[in-house]
């Protein structure tokens, strides 16, 4: 019996060693394969994990950013709208909402929260979620590698390598770097990928300045961006984000008093402003600066031996543009076209039966097939005939869709409007526009301060200063007049009779120019003065003197690239050329005679701020420098008491201000070109169709249709201190004496006692 009883004993006990070997065996077992399955995640047998080189620089788009000369972002290029930043870049008040929002001890767990993963593991049990489980870093990991599309095992398999990821993360960055690199990663929704975007979207403003309200807004709209949204669905907005203040006070973040009294505010997403590249500042400028990016991008290349790419690499990109001055300059078109002359455009040709097109000579049927002939046109060029022509749509069904009624948005100049009407009459709609450009550029560096390609880039995409070739009218003449003075050796006092000239031509003919003008006739007028009125015969007298070869050479030499043709013809001012070529030639006289070519870009970046590209400007010496002073003292006179001179006595310039004016044929083009010692600037105004005009010299003079433009500009500059730009500056004089005399009336007495020694002949 005790034999029996022993044996049991030793049955049991070895039944329990049993039980005891299976159970650290099977945990061993279970050890061994979640150390050999972390080892297969760690050494990519269950697919590739990032290296510490994909961690160090993850892949993602990163826009490229236009920054203006006084730090401000002019707009991004981008596929992704995304831009990152420091964390000493983002309010303390984001970073805190996130944490106690999503991670409460993101500060104290090392990649992995085992209390959250408990917490997600009870939820399953018993159907009551209390959260997530994931951790910021473990968010971050998922953010910066993408899962795409996943089975449930690739699913679980994909979680477990983010844990590795996380783990990884942890160890090569601080926690202020893993939370910044988050907040650069996730997406909240409108095109705004990245705390950057994020805060100028929905709040125009940089990250370092949300307040606690705005934090938390975007705080709780990672979550579910389109859930969430403030703009989509206020109200489920409105309740996330107090949902996160609570939050921060439950953990310490904010008072209860506080957090009661934020949640009664409105979400504040007025500023509300969706980016895109039809959107922001400097509009015209950026899509030219992009056209000019493609180019560098296409010949510069990475360390990989790729090409940089515009709207993924993360490029920065510094220009010239100064915000101020840029804003100034859009303010005054606006201001002028909207308020005064397109309201006096549409009064003139109101009740009239071809408006607004102008015809001269023209019979009533050749003004019908004209104007056919030119709305055909303009339907050709648009983009809805592109892409149904594209699309491989009839003709006659093309042409039938312009004729629908239907509903769209057209410009005003009181705001969008919404209407109906067929796309042919929006056609002739906005045929009545007229349109502007400005370019203003800085004499001693050659810096475009501010660049308006048009009046409203959504529905004028063409550029009035690079793109467009328009006459240049008399604005063409000082290339004549600088001839003068440089080869002729001129003074601006010089006098000639004012008489019609006759110009000989290759064909035995002679070209003899109209004069507007009636004043002095038969009378010797200086060349300052004639200048100043824009005088046509004195213009031919010049250049029959030289030739139009010389002049073409001369304009070549300032600046301008496009052909000119080698007739007399040009000294009147036949040639079409860009507002960005007459700047530039313009900017040669306040800068001593020196061409400068208009510089837009400083430098450009990488996304780790290493320099790619710095400007140095491209300077040629196009005439000396006692020429282009004498060319300021003649373009003085146009603004003294020449077709300028309603910047004295109307808008109050008393200051140094040199100028010309011009006015091409059938007054189809105004142009102004105005020049202070800090600032050149050059107006070009005129509607799409060279046809499209006001009918009188009056009102369709450049006087009258671009000066007032840069005179309210101008008023604006010198009104702001921070510029640095003021009435009491002085064009500079050359450095060598000049035996030149500028006041005409002591030239006179000079001349008259020089030429009583017969031996002795003089210009000046």
Not at 368 to 374: A, E, G, L, Y
């Amino acid at each position: 019996m005790e034999q029996n009883k022993n044996e049991k004993e030793t049955k049991k006990k070895r039944k329990w060693f049993n039980y005891i070997t299976k159970f650290w065996l099977l945990y061993f077992m279970g050890l061994v394969l979640v150390v050999l399955f972390f080892y297969g995640i760690v050494t990519g047998f269950f697919g590739k994990m990032p290296t510490f080189q994909q961690l160090e620089n993850p892949k993602s788009n990163l826009a490229s950013e236009v920054i203006s000369s006084d730090g401000h972002i002019l707009g991004t290029y981008f596929i992704e709208n995304r831009s990152n930043v420091t964390y000493r870049q983002v309010s303390p008040y984001l970073i805190n909402a996130l944490i106690a929002t999503e991670d409460v001890r993101f500060k104290e767990n090392s990649g992995i929260d085992p209390r959250a993963l408990l917490r997600v593991m009870y939820g399953l049990l018993t159907g009551k979620h209390k959260g997530g489980g994931s951790t910021i870093t473990q968010q971050l990991a998922k953010n910066l590698f993408p899962r795409g599309k996943l089975n449930k095992l690739q699913l679980v398999v994909r979680k477990f390598k983010e844990w590795v990821t996380a783990v990884k993360l942890e160890r090569y960055y601080s926690k202020d770097e893993i939370i910044a690199m988050y907040l650069n990663t996730v997406f909240f929704g409108h095109n705004a990928y990245g705390i950057k975007s994020a805060a100028k979207t929905f709040f125009d403003k940089p990250p370092d300045s949300l307040n606690l309200q705005e934090s938390a807004l975007l705080a709780g709209v990672v979550n579910m961006p389109t859930h969430y949204s403030p703009i989509l669905h206020p109200k489920a907005s409105t309740e996330r984000r107090n949902l996160v203040l609570s939050q921060m006070a439950k953990y310490g973040y904010i008072t209860k008093v506080v957090c009661d009294s934020v949640q009664k505010l409105p979400l504040g997403v007025e500023h509300y402003g969706l980016l895109s590249h039809n959107t922001g500042e400097a509009r015209y400028f950026r899509e030219y600066l992009r056209l000019v990016m493609k180019k560098w991008c296409a010949t510069h290349f990475k360390s990989n031996g790729k090409p940089y790419n515009l709207y993924k690499d993360g490029l920065r990109i510094y220009t010239t543009i100064d915000t101020r001055i840029q804003r100034y300059a859009e303010d005054a078109v606006h201001e002028y076209l909207a308020d005064y002359l397109q309201p006096e455009f549409y009064a003139r040709w109101k009740d009239q039966p071809h408006a607004p097109f102008v015809f001269p000579g023209a019979s009533p049927e050749e003004i019908k097939d004209q104007i056919k002939k030119i709305m055909n046109q303009a339907m050709r060029r648009s983009e809805r005939y592109r892409l149904m022509k594209r699309a491989g749509i009839p003709l006659d069904s093309i042409k039938m869709s312009f004729e629908k009624p239907e509903r769209m948005k057209v410009f005003s100049w009181r705001g969008i409007i919404d209407t109906t009407m067929t796309p042919m009459d929006s056609l002739r709609y906005y045929k009545y526009f007229l349109n502007a450009g400005l370019m203003s550029m800085e004499p001693q560096t050659g810096y475009v301060r501010a660049y308006v390609g048009g009046i409203d880039y959504r529905f004028f995409k063409y550029d009035h200063v690079t793109q467009a070739k328009r006459q240049v009218g008399s604005t063409f003449k000082p290339f004549l007049y600088t001839l003068a003075m440089q080869e002729g050796e001129y003074s601006p006092c010089y006098k000639v009779p004012n008489i019609s000239y006759s110009v000989p031509l290759p064909n035995g003919k002679f070209w003899t120019p109209h004069n507007a003008d009636s004043r002095r006739i038969g009378q010797e007028v200086t060349l300052k003065w004639a200048l100043a009125n824009s005088n046509n015969w004195i213009s031919a007298w010049l250049i029959s003197r030289f030739s139009p070869q010389a002049v073409i050479q001369m304009a070549h030499k300032m600046g301008v690239t496009s052909y000119i043709p080698p007739v007399p013809s040009i000294a009147l001012g036949t040639p079409d050329l860009s507002l960005y070529e007459m700047v530039g030639a313009m900017n040669t006289f306040p800068d001593k005679g020196v061409y400068i070519k208009p510089v837009f870009i400083t430098k450009i970046e990488d996304k780790n701020g290493n320099v790619l590209y710095r400007a140095t400007a491209k300077k040629t010496e196009a005439m000396s420098e006692i020429t282009a002073y004498k060319m300021i003292k003649l373009l003085e006179g146009v603004v003294e008491s020449g077709t300028g001179i309603r910047l004295r006595y109307r808008y109050g310039f008393n200051n140094e201000v040199a100028g010309k004016t011009g006015t091409t044929q059938n007054q189809s083009d105004g142009w102004f070109m105005g020049i202070v010692p800090k600032l050149t600037t050059g107006i070009w105004v005129g509607a799409e169709d060279r046809s499209v005009h006001f009918r009188t010299i009056k009102l369709g003079q450049g006087a009258n249709m671009a000066l007032p433009i840069w005179a309210i500009f101008m008023k604006k500059v010198y009104a702001d201190p921070s510029l640095g730009i003021r009435p009491s500056d002085n064009f500079s004089k050359p450095l060598k004496n000049i035996d030149v005399e500028f006041d005409c009336s002591k030239y006179d007495k000079k001349h008259k006692s020089q030429n009583t020694d017969a031996s002795q002949t003089d210009h000046f």
